[in-house]
């Protein structure tokens, strides 16, 4: 028999009550296994089919390869130049299962896998970078990325999907407002090409995630980046000095 992973069979009987479309996109999301890994970057890669595993573990550098992609972003931002090397970074996450269904459940999406793993490489131009913080208006148009994920599923074997997007931001005085995923291409297991297409939609066309991913993007780029690399950062160290200044001075 076949099966109906996203639950949209019969659903002209509910369209004959006059449900909105709103509503039925809802009540899809609910009803969707998603891949929350594969949301956030909108592309994911899973990797070769192996033996059962238990859970995935986190690499010794994954922290490390997110934070040296922060730093040089940072480093971009910060001082405005557009002369320079490109942003070029290549990061990798491991979700917890846990975690996801914990994420998802905030915007009403189950998740039937298990943990999951994705990797990305990415390069931008600083030209691309900079004028979207100093214009009055400006697109941050990403090429094409393919997010590299492994998951889970339900008996704990590894399975692979393929999905290639190319983001786009929009700015206005140097906020970022607008933001889109814009999936391009999945390619993988069909329960998880499925869901990746529908959460992505619904992301893009319904901005289930654009609060947040807004959010997090204005965040980074006018707090974090000065607070970790720019002034922030230095009134830290003269503090941290001061107080072991302070220290050495009471111990004499």
């Not at 019969?10 to 009550?17: S, T, V």
């Not at 691309?128 to 214009?135: G, S, Y």
């Not at 399975?159 to 206005?172: R, S």
């Amino acid at each position: 028999m076949a099966t109906d992973p996203v639950g949209v069979k019969d659903r002209g009987r509910q369209d004959m009550y006059g449900e909105s479309q709103r509503e039925r996109m809802n009540d899809f999301v609910r009803r969707t296994q998603a891949t929350v890994a594969g949301l956030a970057v909108a592309a994911a890669v899973i990797v070769s089919y192996t033996p059962p595993a238990a859970a995935l573990e986190i690499l010794a550098n994954e922290r490390a390869s997110r934070d040296a992609c922060e730093r040089h972003l940072c480093e971009i931002v910060l001082d405005r130049k557009l002369s320079g090397p490109p942003l070029a970074c290549d990061m990798t996450k491991t979700w917890d299962r846990t975690k996801i269904k914990k994420n998802g459940a905030k915007k009403a999406i189950s998740w039937g896998f298990g943990d999951a793993r994705c990797q990305v490489k990415l390069e931008m131009p600083r030209t691309m970078i900079v004028p979207a913080l100093d214009r009055p208006k400006h697109t941050v148009q990403f090429k094409t990325q393919t997010v590299n994920c492994k998951i889970e599923d339900s008996e704990r074997k590894l399975t692979t999907l393929e999905v290639d997007a190319a983001p786009k931001i929009k700015f206005k005085d140097g906020k970022a407002y607008k933001v889109w995923i814009n999936v391009k291409d999945v390619r993988g297991d069909s329960n998880l090409k499925s869901l990746v297409w529908a959460v992505s939609k619904l992301a893009d066309n319904l901005g289930i995630f654009h609060k947040d991913s807004l959010k997090e993007i204005n965040k980074l780029l006018y707090e974090t980046c000065d607070k970790e690399y720019g002034s922030g950062a230095e009134s830290k160290d003269k503090g941290k000095s001061k107080s072991k200044n302070a220290i050495k001075a009471e111990a004499h």
